[in-house]
Antibody
Framework: EVQLVESGGGLVEPGGSLRLSCAAS????????LTWVRQAPGKGLECIARLKRETDGGTTDYAAPVKGRFSIARDDSKNTLYLQMNSLKTEDTAVYFC????????????WGQGTLVTVSS | DIQMTQSPSTLSASVGDRVTITCRAS??????LAWYQQKPGKAPKLLIYKASSLGSGVPSRFSGSGSGTEFTLTISSLQPDDFATYYC?????????FGQGTKVEIK
């Protein structure tokens, strides 16, 4: 089945850390660029981290609110994308989605179902 | 950063109506523009990419147009399943930016 499945969300105190995972199946994971997008409660979509495929240099970039605190990485041998989140703030509370670039063979962009991260004391 | 501005923020319409949503970019994004539909508690679903290309499995009542800085999403005949929030997204820059969303409500 073609899908992305996130895991690792939960409740964490301010200043804490969390690592999200996104397991992929049904397509050639190593061929795609990958992205984390988050959505705070009742708010819109925010792209926070992107990662090119290794053959394109594996370049990363981050949105200003998370730069220096979050780190995106991939393990193509495990078809898994990660987001390491450190020094978490209450404003990081959101549903976190992993997503791909356009997969030409499928004619679409894949999204996971999302995982909720709540930062609260 | 490229800013994306959608209008209107909320739209009230009836089944069968023709609906148009506009997205403006703060600088040219060429045709690197996508449209998504999102329902509560769900992930966004791709409708349109490359400004006017229909995503796989998307009904033909959805269409997109535009280039540069101004884009539109049109639903030719609104169906009950179409009541949702719609987002535009530019991907001309490596870091994507989304519009603030347009909620399509039942009139």
């Amino acid at each position: 089945e073609v899908q992305l499945v996130e895991s690792g969300g939960g409740l964490v105190e301010p200043g804490g850390s969390l690592r999200l995972s996104c397991a992929a199946s049904g397509f050639t994971f190593s061929d795609v660029w990958l992205t984390w997008v988050r959505q705070a409660p009742g708010k819109g979509l925010e792209c926070i981290a992107r990662l090119k495929r290794e053959t394109d240099g594996g370049t990363t970039d981050y949105a200003a609110p998370v730069k220096g605190r979050f780190s995106i990485a991939r393990d193509d041998s495990k078809n898994t994308l990660y987001l390491q989140m450190n020094s978490l703030k209450t404003e990081d509370t959101a549903v976190y989605f992993c997503t791909t670039g356009l997969i030409a063979a499928l004619g679409t962009i894949l999204w996971g179902q999302g995982t909720l991260v709540t930062v609260s004391s | 950063d490229i800013q994306m501005t959608q209008s209107p923020s909320t739209l009230s319409a009836s089944v069968g109506d023709r609906v148009t949503i506009t997205c403006r970019a703060s600088q040219s994004v060429s045709n690197s523009l996508a449209w998504y539909q999102q329902k509560p508690g769900k992930a966004p679903k791709l409708l349109i990419y490359k400004a006017s290309s229909l995503g796989s499995g998307v009904p033909s009542r959805f269409s997109g147009s535009g280039s540069g800085t101004e884009f539109t999403l049109t639903i030719s005949s609104l169906q009950p399943d179409d009541f949702a929030t719609y987002y535009c997204k530019q991907y001309n820059n490596f870091m994507w930016t989304f519009g603030q969303g347009t909620k399509v409500e039942i009139k």
